[in-house]
Nanobody, 121 residues
Framework: QVQLVESGGGLVQPGGSLRLSCAAS????????MDWYRQAPGKQRELVAD????????YYLDSVKGRFTIARDNAKNTVYLQMNSLKPEDTAVYYC??????????????WGQGTQVTVSS
């Protein structure tokens, strides 16, 4: 089993910044994709950012480009999301998702517990 522990959410004023962290632990043989999703009330969960294993390729949701930065530390099996210039529309529960192999033959696809980000004055 692979567990993900998220941290870093909270209440911030518009224009402020937050940094989310997600650490994976447990039966990890290797980690491939590491992603951040978010889900606002009444809306579907959406992919916010994705980073490849080598950290060279990224995906960002159009509405967060230039404001959010995803990074990963493979030695710590941790993924980060630096969120700057936050807007009220960024308010949502943010979830990390990590995929990889728990052994040479078994894969895993784990989700964090979610962390609330609220942008409000």
């Amino acid at each position: 089993q692979v567990q993900l522990v998220e941290s870093g959410g909270g209440l911030v004023q518009p224009g402020g910044s937050l940094r989310l962290s997600c650490a994976a632990s447990g039966s990890i043989f290797s980690v491939t994709a590491m992603d951040w999703y978010r889900q606002a009330p009444g809306k579907q969960r959406e992919l916010v950012a994705d980073i490849t294993r080598d950290g060279r390729n990224y995906y960002y949701l159009d509405s967060v480009k230039g404001r959010f930065t995803i990074a990963r530390d493979n030695a710590k099996n941790t993924v980060y999301l630096q969120m700057n210039s936050l807007k009220p529309e960024d308010t949502a529960v943010y979830y990390c998702n990590v995929k990889g192999m728990s052994s040479a033959t078994d894969s895993f696809n784990s989700w964090g517990q979610g962390t609330q980000v609220t942008v409000s004055s």
